[in-house]
């Protein structure tokens, strides 16, 4: 039943061309043409390109990956969510919907399908931030490395993992403010707002703090993949914060797994007859 609502779901977006350009592929190609139009601009224009004598593919990688979920990335993630996580309420469906399948099997397909899509615009951004750095280097002269910070592709993977789960953190408030608001709109605006709290308690807190994060900076999610991404890619750098990442991990899961399952709970007891 489950795998049977997750394909509806996934087709009902397949179909949903706005959704899937506005919501998952608009942020990685702007990206993209920023990037290249900057190198145009200085080759062209100022007629004197970035300084440096190569490109790191993986850094360049790594780099855009780390930023897949910020407030940015996570405004147009969050407009995609919404659409799929909110959008019955806004056409009415729900009573077209809950009679073929069960309310839980059916929100936890959308959160599968907007996790899917969420882990396709990130790769999206992935390859299309080589690509502009291939662009790039083509437009400035430059020559192309692998890596200048003896980075592999696994940290690649690591990153895009990491940076996934924070966005499904925010996936899975999504699905709970969706369901308490019912509407699209609440949902990009609420979770927005936790992601500007968060990245603004996340600093705050830091810097009036000395060795291992309190448990207030690891109730975070914002901290939580930040200091996983540093211990992945900087371990040497994190001093007693090292420590703390399979804390990291676990809150970031957590976090997750429980808002989900308060959004199937409010689902599951929801009168959808005042829609």
Do not use: H
Request: aromatic share 8%; charged share 15%; net charge positive.
């Amino acid at each position: 039943m489950l795998a049977d609502a997750i394909a509806a779901e996934r087709f009902r977006l397949l179909r949903d061309r706005s959704t899937l350009f506005w919501g998952f592929c608009f942020a990685p190609l702007i990206g993209f043409l920023l990037s290249v139009g900057g190198d145009l601009f200085l080759r062209f224009v100022i007629k004197k390109p970035m300084p440096g004598l190569a490109v790191g593919l993986i850094d360049q990688v790594i780099k855009t990956l780390s930023n897949g979920a910020s407030t940015f990335g996570a405004l147009f993630l969050m407009i995609g969510a919404a659409a799929v996580l909110a959008g019955d309420y806004r056409w009415e469906t729900w009573r077209l919907l809950t009679p073929r399948n069960t309310r839980q099997n059916l929100l936890l397909a959308k959160l599968i399908v907007v996790g899917e899509a969420v882990f396709w615009s990130l790769l999206l951004s992935a390859v299309l931030s080589a690509l502009a750095a291939l662009v790039g280097s083509a437009i400035n002269g430059k020559t192309v490395a692998l890596s200048l910070l003896d980075r592999n592709p696994f940290d690649i993977v690591g990153v895009l993992a990491i940076t996934w789960l924070e966005a499904m953190v925010l996936a899975a408030l999504a699905a709970c403010v969706g369901v308490l608001s019912r509407s699209t709109m609440g949902v990009v605006i609420a979770c927005l707002g936790v992601r500007f709290v968060q990245t603004i308690l996340s600093g705050a807190l830091r810097a009036m703090e000395q060795g291992p994060p309190s448990w207030k900076l690891l109730s975070l999610p914002v901290f939580d993949a930040d200091l996983l991404r540093a211990a992945l890619l900087a371990p040497d750098q994190l001093g007693d914060a090292g420590g703390s990442a399979g804390v990291a991990l676990a809150a970031l899961v957590a976090w997750t797994a429980a808002l989900a399952a308060v959004a199937v709970w409010l689902f599951r007891r929801q009168d959808l007859t005042k829609e």
